[in-house]
């Protein structure tokens, strides 16, 4: 069961960041705080449109709001980026070792060819 919990946040994750005004959006808040008014400014969209995609994020936990009085502030969530950046590294490291393999195999076969002639 944790495993499809991790799963699901994970997808969840990588479905956010599939669009490049949340993206940009993550960048944006790295930057500081916002509201949801300023980022709509920001990104040229209806405050309808930005509420979306901040509650896409928000769902995924890299977006947290608060509301006082009138305004909905955001800023960087909880999760942050760490689960996807481990899953990206763990297979960068396993196509890493898998060229290097691929590397070693094309060097014996230049070897063995230099030797044949």
Known sequence: MVQFSRAAQLDAA???LAD?????VLEQLG?????ITELAERFDMTLTGMKKHVGVLEDAGLVATAKV???RTCRLGPRQ??????WIDRYRR?????FDELDQVIEDMKQKERAQR
């Open 31 to 35: 930057r500081g705080d916002a509201s």
């Open 94 to 98: 396993l196509w890493s070792a898998r």
């Open 81 to 86: 980026l760490d689960e996807v950046t481990s």
């Open 20 to 24: 490049a005004t949340r993206r940009g």
């Open 69 to 71: 009085g009138r305004v």
């Open 14 to 16: 990588f479905a956010a």
